[in-house]
């Protein structure tokens, strides 16, 4: 079974490349950070996924969060997938990996009966102080951000 922190555990420390190249790391940002992990760029899910996100993220910024979605594209993609969709929200780009295993969202997949290996939509909030607040381990895109978004203001009007 791959390892998913948990809540109370320190956030999986990155510094990983965003669409545009430059690296974003977890020590830099003083903050609270959602960070998702999907799939694949302009597929339906991951599209729904990344303008839910983008529509509240004023909200979000209310609460003072950053909205970080990881994927296995490439910087490029990602930047083809922000402008086609109009998205606010930052993306990196984790080819090899290494984020999306250190946060156990590299996981066996099944699909029409066969088994891979491949990115389990999950979500992760983090606090300020680089502590899990809260992990969504399966998320399924349907008012994922809207969730995502009542958890924090619970968490932030404590």
Request: net charge neutral; aromatic share 8%; hydrophobic share 35%.
């Amino acid at each position: 079974m791959t390892n998913i922190p948990q809540i109370g555990e320190p956030a999986p420390d990155f510094s990983t490349p965003d669409e545009n190249n430059q690296l974003i790391n977890l020590a830099d940002i003083n903050s609270w950070i959602v960070v998702y992990f999907y799939p694949k760029d302009n597929t339906p899910g991951c599209t729904t996924e990344a303008k839910d996100f983008s529509e509240l993220s004023p909200e979000f910024s209310k609460l003072d969060a950053k909205i970080i979605g990881v994927s296995p594209d490439s910087t490029a993609s990602h930047c083809k997938f922000i402008s086609k969709h109009n998205l606010t929200i930052t993306l990196l780009s984790d080819p090899e990996h290494q984020l999306i295993e250190s946060y156990g969202a590299w996981r066996l997949k099944k699909f029409m009966g066969k088994e891979f290996m491949g990115v389990a939509r999950s979500t992760f909030l983090i606090s300020p102080n680089k502590i899990i607040a809260h992990t969504w381990p399966n998320v399924k895109t349907k008012d994922h951000a809207k969730s995502v978004l009542k958890k924090l203001q619970e968490l932030v009007s404590k």
